[in-house]
C-alpha cells in the first residue's frame, strides 16, 4: 500500500512539474534586426518568407504578419524592431508579431 502511494505521488509530481512549462504564459520580446526576405535575400528557403535577422538568428514572421509585411522588404532589406511572441517550430525560430517598426 505504501509503494502505491508513493508511486502515485511521485508519478503526480512529474506530471505536475512536466505540464509546468506548457502553462507558462508566452512574453513578447522585442526583436532588432534586418527585416527581409528568406529567399530573395539569404538565400535559405525556396519560397518568399519574411524573417528577421538578429545576428546569426534568423526568426521567421507568422503566416500572417508574412502577408502582411512582405511587400515591403522582399526586394530591399530593411532595419528594424519586431516585437512579438517567440516560439520554436521544428527547427525554426517563429514570431508572432505584434508590431514591426522600420527604421
Given at each position: 500500500?505504501?509503494?502505491t502511494l508513493?508511486a ?6 512529474v ?5 509546468a ?17 528568406a ?6 528557403e525556396?519560397s518568399?518568407?519574411t524573417v528577421?535577422k ?8 507568422d503566416?500572417?504578419?508574412n ?7 522582399c526586394?530591399?532589406?530593411k532595419?528594424?524592431t ?10 525554426k525560430?517563429v ?6 517598426e522600420?527604421?
Open positions: 500500500m505504501f509503494r508513493t502515485f505521488v511521485v508519478a503526480l509530481a506530471a505536475v512539474l512536466a505540464g512549462p506548457l502553462l507558462a504564459e508566452e512574453k513578447e520580446q522585442k526583436l532588432e534586426g534586418k527585416i527581409t526576405c529567399k530573395c535575400d539569404l538565400g535559405v525556396d518568399c518568407m528577421i538578429v545576428g546569426d538568428k534568423v526568426y521567421y514572421f503566416k500572417e504578419s502577408k502582411k509585411h512582405h511587400a515591403k522588404i526586394k530591399e532589406p532595419d528594424g519586431v516585437t512579438g511572441t517567440v516560439k520554436k517550430e521544428g527547427d525560430m514570431v508572432t508579431v505584434s508590431k514591426v522600420f527604421k
